[in-house]
């Protein structure tokens, strides 16, 4: 059974930082793509960012570059976001999923992401 736990979330004041955890279970993180996504209340699901192990492939949504930074810890089998200066507008539910390896442009599109985790909120205060 494929299993996603998001963690680290939490209330942070702008212009801060906070890493966020998925880690899985059931499945093995670097034989996939692995993608960010995020919800803010009353918006739509929006990308974050993604990865795919080999080749070290990243890919950022243009709200996000330069502030956050996609990695992974094949031995503990999680992936990373780090975020920082932390921005109201980036309070959201924050979402890991995996999809088939890709290593181009289509990695934001969310339909193509197999599994998904529960979410952790993320609070940025002004």
């Known amino acids: 059974q494929v299993q996603l736990v998001e963690s680290g979330g939490g209330l942070v004041q702008a212009g801060g930082s906070l890493r966020l955890s998925c880690a899985a279970s059931?499945?093995?993180?670097?034989?996939?793509?692995v993608g960010w996504f995020r919800q803010a209340p009353g918006k739509e699901r929006e990308f974050v960012a993604a990865?795919?192990?080999?080749?070290?492939?990243?890919y950022y949504g243009d709200s996000v570059k330069g502030r956050f930074t996609i990695s992974g810890d094949n031995a503990k089998n999680t992936v990373y976001l780090e975020m920082n200066s932390l921005k109201p507008e980036d309070t959201a539910v924050y979402y890991c999923?995996?999809?088939?390896?890709?290593?181009?442009?289509?990695?934001?599109?969310?339909?193509?992401?197999?599994?998904w985790g529960q979410g952790t909120q993320v609070t940025v205060s002004s």
């Open positions: 999923a995996t999809r088939p390896r890709v290593y181009d442009y289509t990695v934001q599109f969310e339909t193509k992401y197999q599994y």
């Open positions: 059931g499945l093995t993180l670097s034989s996939y793509t």
């Open positions: 990865m795919t192990w080999i080749n070290a492939y990243t």
